[in-house]
C-alpha cells in the first residue's frame, strides 16, 4: 500500500466497512477484459479470515468465468464524504473507506451449503427479518458463489469533522 497512513489494521473497523456494506464489487477474469459486477453479499468471519457468499442465476457470465478461472477480486467501500477545501476544486479531497481481496470462488452445489449461505446472506441483507425455509426446488434452481479471501486490505481518509 503506498499511503501506510491510511491503511487500517484494526479488525474491528475493517468488520465494521464488512457489516455496513451492503455491496461488493467482484472482479473476474474475462476473455479480453477483466469483468466486474457488483452485488449484494452475505458473509462471515474465522478470526481474520472473511468469506463472501453472493446468490444469483446457477448459470450465467459470472458462474462460466469463476468455472474457467477462479482467481477474483473484490472491493467494498462506505463512509463517502467531500472534504471542502478552502481555496479552489485542487484543495478539495474526499473521505472513504475502501477495502480491496484477493480469493477463489466457486461454486457451491450440495443443497445444505447452499441453505446455509442464504441464510447468511438473509441476515446481512435484512438484519432481523423473519426468513422462511427455502424449498428444496427453489435451492436447486439458486446459484451460490462461496468466495474465500486468501488476503485483503482496508483503507480510509476520515472527514475532518469525523476526527
Known amino acids: 500500500m503506498r499511503r501506510k497512513k491510511r491503511q487500517v489494521t484494526d479488525l474491528a473497523a475493517i468488520k465494521n466497512l ?21 452485488v449484494n453479499f452475505g458473509y462471515e468471519w474465522e478470526e481474520e479470515k472473511l468469506t463472501l457468499f453472493v446468490h444469483g442465476a446457477s448459470e450465467g457470465k459470472k458462474v462460466s468465468m469463476i468455472k474457467s478461472d477462479p482467481k477474483v477480486a473484490i472491493e467494498m467501500d462506505g463512509n463517502h464524504k467531500l472534504v471542502q477545501g478552502t481555496l479552489n476544486a485542487s484543495s478539495y479531497s474526499y473521505a472513504y ?46 446459484g451460490i458463489i462461496k468466495i474465500t479471501l486468501a488476503s485483503y486490505t482496508m483503507k480510509e481518509n476520515v472527514h475532518p469533522d469525523d476526527k
Open 18 to 38: 464488512v457489516e455496513k456494506s451492503q455491496v461488493v464489487r467482484i472482479a473476474l477474469n474475462g476473455e479480453n477484459y477483466p469483468y466486474v459486477v457488483p
Open 97 to 142: 473507506q475502501s477495502l480491496i481481496g484477493f480469493g477463489e470462488a466457486e461454486i457451491i452445489e450440495e443443497l445444505e451449503e447452499k441453505r446455509r449461505a442464504l441464510h447468511i446472506l438473509m441476515d446481512h441483507a435484512a438484519k432481523g427479518a423473519p426468513f422462511d425455509e427455502i424449498p428444496e426446488g427453489m435451492l436447486k434452481r439458486t
